[in-house]
């Protein structure tokens, strides 16, 4: 498993598919957990692990969402949060992990 996180819109998408021709690819991984944790209730821990269990090779792709101004909607601090929780999984189980700042990979595992 490989994981690419970025803000939005700084390539982590294209410098995945730069690195990694092949997929499987899970863009927007930040939305797949949003609709886990708010819309199906799991727990964004939980879910992690049964995705990395089920993706073993996954290339994941997904936006930072922690930085910032706190929302003041309690729904999106929950959000933030579950991604957070989530995205610990994953780079902890990840191969590499690679930060995406203005197009230029920045390998931090």
Same mark, same amino acid.
């Given at each position: 498993?490989? %994981?690419?996180?970025?803000?939005a819109w700084q390539g982590q998408d294209v410098l995945a598919?730069?690195?990694?021709? !092949?997929?499987?690819?899970?863009?927007?991984? &930040? *939305?797949?957990?949003?609709?886990? $944790? %708010?819309? !199906?209730?799991?727990?964004?821990?939980?879910?992690? *692990?049964?995705?990395?269990?089920? &993706?073993?090779?996954?290339?994941?792709?997904?936006? !930072?969402?922690?930085?910032? =101004? =706190?929302?003041?909607?309690? !729904?999106?601090?929950?959000?933030?949060?579950? =991604?957070?929780?989530? %995205?610990?999984?994953?780079?902890?189980?990840?191969?590499? $992990?690679?930060?995406?700042?203005?197009?230029?990979? =920045?390998?931090?595992?």
């Open positions: 498993m490989k %994981l690419y996180i970025g803000g598919r730069q690195e990694n021709p !092949e997929g499987p690819f899970f863009e927007d991984f &930040h *939305e797949t957990v949003r609709r886990a $944790v %708010l819309s !199906e209730g799991q727990d964004p821990r939980v879910f992690a *692990e049964d995705f990395c269990a089920a &993706h073993p090779d996954a290339i994941v792709i997904a936006n !930072e969402v922690g930085a910032g =101004v =706190v929302p003041m909607a309690a !729904e999106d601090r929950t959000f933030r949060e579950a =991604v957070g929780r989530a %995205l610990c999984v994953i780079a902890g189980k990840a191969e590499t $992990v690679t930060r995406c700042i203005c197009g230029i990979g =920045v390998r931090i595992k």
